[in-house]
């Protein structure tokens, strides 16, 4: 019989429900206040096991909720989803699939330890944030809500920019009685005032929450005045997060108050967003907060994070990240340090104008195709020897430059091509864009 309180050895063989199959533990990996998760061995197969600690185990609303996310199958393939029940000797957990070699916990990128921390710039951590919302909007379409969005849920793969969601064993259909509040500082007002249980719409709030804070390294709803108190006690929680919440970027907050709290390049950055993506961020964090119906849906964080995204530029006098604004047709100055900025070269593609910095990607979302296959980008762009802008396709498949004077160049799987202005980008014969500058 498994021993549910302590960590299993290696080499115990647990018996998979339905099908009878033995998994056999090969080495513990990770553990946390409900269970410890192994590498396990099926059939030859690897995978990882989440086995719950015993009090937790015994919790037949969640053996039942497992089961039925193994029945119903993942949302997408940015989810580690449960793939069989596994119950033995009283004990209970799941399979799932093995995180990928290169995936990071997504709470590296706020790592106060530099040593520790993930580095990626605005312009990806822009793609990383679609793809987040992407991922829920997979979700929340199958009538389902995750209950407990938080930096924790999350793994990253930092060099392809794509998501995991993990710990999906809280899912349920939307509306069902919930077994988690959520975590601090993540909940929606009407959960932490206790008015409510985690939903589809509380975890629009959570999901606006942890958007924000992937742009500005900030929360959206911090008590600038926190700094000042000895502790911040729960009825400081309560009352920020709960009762009187208030967005820092506000629009009738005064920017003074704002540089004294050390949030003066938030607040620069704010101040350069696009119109439009400040609206949502208002509407989320203003209306949104007291009317849940008024919350920010996953489409529009998509569309406004894609063009966050394919429109940055870099100072390249002190590094500040900006976004170019098409409305001016120039790049301007750097609202950080007053430089010129220099102009990059974009790519043109339908309605959409692709920045073609150093480090930027096209992605498969741009040209139609399905993102979740080419979520790597279909092209990135990278310096020449002599400080020419190409573009290095990143598929398995040729595409072709067309140069103004008519000549095709075609760029093989991992070659690069030269790009000069009013070059056409094709790819299978389908002209997709032009350069611009
Ligand atoms: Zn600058």
Redesign the pocket.
């Known amino acids: 019989m498994a021993d549910t309180f302590r960590i299993l050895p290696v080499g115990t063989t647990l018996r998979i429900g339905r099908t009878g199959q033995q998994c056999r533990i090969r080495s513990f990996m990770d553990s946390g206040s409900q269970g410890a998760v192994y590498e396990v061995d099926v059939d030859g197969e690897r995978f990882a096991l989440k086995w719950y600690h015993s009090m937790i185990a015994r919790d037949e609303r969640l053996r039942e909720r497992v089961r039925r996310a193994v029945e119903r199958g993942a949302p997408d393939n940015r989810f580690l989803w449960p793939l069989a029940a596994v119950e033995a000797g009283g004990g209970f957990g799941y399979l799932m699939n093995l995180r990928p070699s290169g995936c990071v916990k997504f709470t590296r990128l706020f790592s106060s330890r530099a040593s520790d921390r993930v580095i990626l710039p605005l312009r990806d951590r822009a793609a990383v944030g679609a793809e987040i919302a992407e991922a829920f909007f997979s979700l929340h379409a199958k009538g389902l809500c995750y209950q407990d969005i938080n930096f924790g849920a999350i793994f990253l793969d930092p060099q392809r920019l794509s998501v995991l969601i993990c710990d999906n064993d809280n899912v349920d259909v939307d509306g069902q009685p919930a077994t988690v509040a959520g975590t601090p500082r993540f909940m929606a007002p009407e959960i932490v005032r206790g008015d409510a249980q985690p939903s589809a719409d509380t975890d629009l709030h959570s999901l606006a929450v942890l958007l924000f804070y992937l742009v500005f390294f900030h929360h959206p709803l911090d008590d600038l005045t926190a700094a000042s108190r000895p502790v911040f006690a729960r009825t400081d929680e309560l009352e920020v997060f709960g009762e009187h919440p208030s967005f820092v970027f506000a629009p009738d907050v005064d920017v003074a108050e704002l540089e004294r709290h050390g949030l003066g390049p938030q607040r620069r950055l704010w101040g350069e967003l696009a119109e439009r993506t400040q609206q949502l961020f208002i509407r989320a964090f203003d209306a949104g907060l007291n009317a849940p119906r008024a919350r920010v849906i996953e489409t529009e964080w998509i569309e406004a994070l894609r063009d966050l995204r394919d429109s940055c530029i870099a100072?390249?006098?002190?590094?500040?990240e900006i976004p170019w604004k098409k409305s001016s047709g120039q790049a301007g100055d750097?609202?950080?340090?007053?430089?010129r900025?220099q102009a990059s070269p974009r790519l043109q593609i339908g309605g959409a104008h692709i920045v073609l910095a150093p480090g930027a990607r096209i992605y498969g979302s741009r040209l139609g195709l399905p993102s979740a296959q080419l979520n790597n980008g279909v092209a990135g762009v990278v310096e020449g020897d002599h400080s020419e802008i190409q573009l290095r396709n990143l598929t398995s498949a040729t595409w072709s430059i067309r140069c103004r004077d008519g000549r095709v160049r075609a760029a093989s799987p991992d070659s690069s091509v030269a790009l000069a202005v009013g070059d056409v980008l094709e790819f299978g014969g389908l002209k997709l864009g032009t350069v611009e500058i």
């Open positions: 100072c390249d006098s002190c590094g500040f750097c609202c950080w340090c007053g430089a900025l």
